[in-house]
């Protein structure tokens, strides 16, 4: 009886135990984030062992006067944060002939959250700024080709602030209001015809 | 005419216009020289402010008139409480027929981009409190328009045209600027 009794506690007991590891290792097991949050407006390709899909990102045209899109192959994100990350490293590096890139070469992102109400914050290293030669217009490309090819591709994002070196910026050169997320403005996309003037 | 800076100095974009406002200036034009990664891309241009960017609050400012406030010795009187951050709302009628007036005046005298007139959120327009654009006046980085630009020839091109098309808004605008003939 005794002995019942004693293997009946150290059930319990083992039980209790089990109970206890599941509680308190659970939380520290990583959860994938969800799949499809991000219904990007690009179309996905499955094109690969990895996805990938078409987005339209923004480059100054061979005349220089115009930031027109151009559709290119960005890698797939199964969320809306890291599928802007992504958009925006794609539009970082080199510009496709013959265009020419709208922000300054070897300009790095240190990180991309989203707010509440659909701003995306696009945080830039500084080199932006030192490397930027400045000029209304090359800034008005450099800063528009962030916030259109976001708010282009990701219908969820409608506003867009850039930051630089994790704070508020005034500007990037001298010209463009940086204190406000911007909203897309495709109006450089091509040049204004006679009747726009 | 009041010249925020004559000689090689940063002078920070609230300054400038702080310069213009608290001497009342009658127009603000802020003096450029523009960049591009073509080296062929050339012209001046000429923008003035953008609301779209600033939301409800510019449209809230546009629409503010001025508040009867008590003043010492009894009776009101009319003040003007506008934050200058968004003080420039309130001019973008103006300040767009002074891009034109002055593009027509540049295009007289110097070469223009096919952008010639433009819109855009320019920090240094939205606190000026008073009709206002930003010219550039050419592309430095087009080595022949970066000659033009070092040349009084070109030089005093763009200060006639700017002459010219500040008397001719004056003759077409003179009130503008005035409480309440908006």
């Not at chain 1, 958009?87 to 300009?107: D, K, M, N, R, S």
């Not at chain 2, 310069?19 to 960049?35: G, P």
């Not at chain 2, 240094?124 to 550039?136: D, F, I, S, T, Y």
């Amino acid at each position: 009886m005794v002995r019942r009794m004693a293997l009946g506690s150290l059930v319990v007991l083992v039980i209790l135990a089990l109970v206890w590891m599941v509680a308190a290792i659970a939380p520290r097991i990583p959860v994938r984030s969800v799949p499809a949050a991000a219904s990007p407006a690009a179309s996905v390709t499955p094109s690969g062992p990895e996805r990938k899909i078409k987005a339209t990102l923004y480059y100054i045209s061979e005349d220089g006067l115009s930031l027109p899109g151009v559709q290119r192959e960005v890698p797939f994100a199964d969320s809306i944060a890291e599928q802007a990350r992504r958009i925006v490293e794609a539009q970082l590096t080199a510009a496709p002939p013959p265009y020419a890139p709208a922000v300054p070469g070897g300009t790095t992102l240190r990180a991309l959250f989203i707010g509440q109400r659909g701003e995306a914050f696009v945080d830039l290293a500084g080199d932006v700024r030192t490397k930027h030669p400045g000029g209304a217009l090359y800034e008005l490309f450099t800063i528009y080709s962030i916030v259109n090819a976001l708010t282009v591709n990701l219908p969820a994002i409608t506003r867009v602030q850039i930051l630089i070196d994790g704070k508020e910026a005034d500007t990037l050169a001298g010209h463009v209001d940086l204190r406000h997320p911007l909203q897309k403005n495709l109006k450089w996309t091509e040049l204004p015809t006679d009747t726009d003037k | 005419m009041i010249l925020t800076r004559d000689g090689d100095t940063t002078v920070g974009l609230d300054e400038r216009a702080a310069v213009a406002n608290n001497n009342k200036a009658d127009l603000f034009i802020s003096l450029h020289a523009n960049a591009a990664p073509r080296p062929a891309t050339s012209g001046a241009e000429v923008f003035y402010l953008s609301l779209d960017e600033y939301g409800d609050a510019a449209e809230r400012v546009a629409h503010t008139d001025s508040d009867p406030l008590p003043i010492f010795g009894g009776g009101t009187r009319d003040i003007e409480l506008i934050l200058w951050d968004m003080a420039q709302a309130r001019y973008i009628k103006e300040s767009a027929a002074l891009a034109q007036t002055v593009e027509s005046s540049l295009r007289q005298r110097v070469p223009m981009s096919p952008r010639a007139i433009q819109q855009a959120p320019f920090r240094v327009l939205v606190g000026a409190n008073m009709p206002a654009v930003l010219v550039e006046m050419g592309f430095i980085t087009n080595p022949a328009q970066e000659k033009q630009l070092q040349s009084d020839e070109f030089q005093n091109l763009i200060v006639q045209a700017l002459v010219d098309s500040i008397t001719r808004f004056r003759d077409a605008h003179g009130a503008a600027r005035l409480p309440g003939s908006r």
